[in-house]
């Protein structure tokens, strides 16, 4: 079975706060994903990454930055945490060769 | 631009009675695929069903088939016999090739379903 884990269930920060959330797929995958869910609005990709040191930017990407240093590794880093990015963050992965993304648990984030 | 919609914030049915979710899409590609996830509340996504644009029969998964009417650009998900273990969130997603020339996921806004004992 494929599997994405990411680094917290729940956590909180300050306002101006840098904020790591890491994200870890064990099946070789080529592609991942870094997406924001809010109600209402469905998820919204922040940016991608389509191979190691690659990235590219999503939908919304202000605010954010990323980095894919390894294969198995994609993290989404909020260089001043804003309150307005108080959200749940989803990671998913997908082999290059395939459709199918597969997600991890997802990281509720909430600034203060 | 592409879009999905999911038009049903909220739905109900009973148990072991089916309920149709809608889903409606644009884009002018013609290559594309039609996705539907739920969402447990524990928060995971689960993969349901895939249905490509050139598929010519509607997916079926067990329980789930989407009900692809290409003309009406749209996806509905149909779940027959519900159980009380489908209440959760569900979202409708696109794939489509976007600027750079890789695929992407647009998702639409979820419907969450509750099954009724």
């Known amino acids: 079975d494929v599997k994405v884990t990411q680094s917290s269930r729940y956590l909180v920060k300050r306002t101006g706060e840098k904020v790591f959330l890491e994200c870890v797929q064990d099946m070789d995958h080529e592609n991942m994903f870094w997406y924001r869910q809010d109600p209402g609005l469905g998820l919204r990709l922040i940016y991608f990454?389509?191979?190691?040191?690659?990235?590219e930017k999503g939908d919304i990407p202000e605010g954010y930055s990323v980095s894919r240093e390894k294969k198995e590794r994609f993290s989404l880093i909020l260089e001043s945490a804003s309150t307005n990015q108080t959200s749940m963050y989803l990671c998913?992965?997908?082999?290059?060769?395939?459709?199918?993304?597969?997600f991890g648990p997802g990281t509720r984030l909430t600034v203060t | 631009a592409q879009k999905i919609t999911q038009t049903q914030p909220g739905m109900f049915v009973q148990e072991k009675e089916a309920v149709t979710l809608d889903c409606t899409y644009d884009?002018?590609?013609?290559?594309?695929?039609l996705f539907w996830y739920k969402q447990p509340s524990s928060g995971e996504m689960i993969f349901l069903i895939y249905?490509?644009?050139?598929?010519?029969q509607n997916a079926t998964e067990g329980r789930y088939s989407l009900n692809f009417q290409k003309a009406r650009k749209s996806a509905n998900l149909v779940i027959s016999a519900s159980q009380l273990g489908d209440s959760a969130m569900y979202f409708c997603a696109m794939r489509f090739i976007g600027s750079g020339g890789y695929n992407k996921l647009i998702f639409g806004a979820g419907t969450r379903l509750a099954v009724h004992p």
């Open positions: 249905q490509g644009s050139y598929d010519q």
């Open positions: 884009t002018s590609d013609p290559s594309y695929g």
């Open positions: 990454s389509y191979d190691v040191k690659m990235k």
């Open positions: 998913a992965s997908r082999k290059q060769s395939s459709y199918e993304q597969y």
